[in-house]
């Protein structure tokens, strides 16, 4: 099988079967005392230290200090418990009520950002400012900046996609946030499709939030646990409202039973529950390969792989069709502004479909985002030149056949 679909699920880490395994046969003969003795596996982590050597390896990936970096939850419900703290639009006089986002924005997101407006009180159709893609499909940062400045007095919150789902363009993630902040609004990130695929530097860059999913670029599985970055600045000092619960106190309280909340430092404090260790051995067995490979390595690979993706289907030459080409690239030519992924836009959908089917036989799986988008995601920790080139043939065979 030749699997290009890494921008929707990652395939399994050979590790993560081991792990796993050797996780539930400790806990199997050990039952409650697991949390408590270390696992015959010296790899895995004990369930009492394992949140913090997940943040410890999740760190340098988005360019973060291990305080504020929390592995838990999912990227929805992180962003619900955020936007709860950092969306107070009724502070301050009620005058900076507006939240700015993407147009074309995923449909979480989307739904998140209308159900906090209204909880408010507020009509989403008003507060919720969209920023338009131009006619590329792309969101040109000079039309964020203007968005920016057009609302920079009634604006709570500016929260973006630092790469698109659809496009796969990168968005200038330090020079947006440094426009925003000079304008006092608060930013935040999605970073489902940029974690993993990416350099991210998001302390250096004064970001105050990001969420992101771990089961993409990351490989950690389907319904892994997701990850949340809370900035330094606002990691010690008191952040209210904020939704709370015992696992977001010091190890050390969390068992006292006392009626006092004491929060931890950094985004640790975000923590509810006490996290799925089955799920956390499994996202610590991934993210240990990022550590041994580095992510500037994945990325210089990363910009080899989908540059000779991007070279081998300009190159492709009519096979006889009366109507060529059958598909435009929308994803940005220029490296600075995309990941790996390229995404095309065909111009007839039913052959898309039929160009899809002809692949999926012939075991080469590629993504589709109806009507039109073909997304092919060349992910540098296992897919290979070889790999590519064998996909661009079977296209053209694919594509004769339609």
């Known amino acids: 099988m030749i699997y290009l679909v890494g921008s929707g699920i990652g395939l399994q880490p050979k590790n993560i079967m081991t792990r796993t395994s ?26 009492l230290d394992a949140e913090q050597l997940v943040a410890r390896l999740m760190a340098p990936i988005v360019g973060a200090r291990d305080d504020e970096v929390a592995m838990m939850g999912s990227l929805t419900a992180n ?6 703290t950092f969306y107070r639009p009724h502070e301050g006089g009620g005058c ?22 209204a909880w408010h009180g507020l009509e989403p159709a008003v507060e919720i400012i969209p920023v ?19 609302h920079s007095n009634t604006a709570a919150l500016l929260l973006l996609s630092g790469v698109q789902f659809d496009t796969g363009q990168l968005l200038e993630i330090p020079q947006i946030t440094a426009y925003a902040r000079e304008r006092s609004i608060l930013v935040g990130w999605d970073l489902a499709h940029a974690v993993g695929n990416v350099e991210l530097r998001l302390h250096d860059w004064n970001v105050d939030f990001a969420v992101w999913c771990s089961y993409k670029y990351l490989n950690a ?47 640790s404090r975000f923590q509810l529950s006490s996290p799925s260790i089955l799920d956390i051995t499994a996202v610590t067995a991934s993210l240990v390969i990022f550590e041994k490979a580095g992510m500037r390595a994945i990325v210089e690979k990363s910009i080899k792989l989908t540059g000779y993706l991007e070279t081998l289907l300009d190159s492709l030459e009519n096979p006889g069709l009366s109507a060529w080409p059958l598909w435009t690239i929308i994803t940005p030519r220029d ?9 095309l836009r065909w111009y007839e959908p039913e052959c898309l479909e039929r160009v899809v089917g002809y692949l999926k036989v012939r075991g080469v799986l590629v993504d589709v985002r109806k009507p039109d988008i073909m997304r092919i995601t060349p992910a540098p920790l296992y897919n290979t030149f070889e790999e590519i080139n064998h996909f661009v043939e079977e296209l053209r065979r694919a594509v004769a056949e339609a």
């Open 22 to 47: 050797s996780f539930l046969n400790h806990w199997a003969s050990q039952g409650m005392l697991a949390a408590f003795s270390s696992s015959p596996d010296p790899e895995c982590p004990t369930w």
């Open 79 to 84: 962003l619900h418990y955020l936007l709860a």
């Open 96 to 117: 900076r009520t507006r939240i700015i986002i993407e147009e074309g924005v995923f449909n979480s997101d989307l739904y998140a950002v209308q159900s906090h407006v």
């Open 132 to 150: 338009a893609r131009n006619r590329h499909d792309f969101l040109s940062t000079q039309a964020i900046l203007e968005t920016i400045d057009a």
């Open 221 to 267: 599985g389907p319904g892994a646990t997701g990850g949340l970055f809370l900035h330094g600045k606002h990691g010690t000092s008191e952040v209210n409202p904020r939704l709370s619960g015992w696992w977001g106190m010091p190890v050390s309280q969390r068992f006292t039973l006392q009626k006092q909340y004491v929060p931890n430092a950094g985004a």
């Open 335 to 343: 490296i600075k502004y995309r990941g790996a992924m390229l995404s």
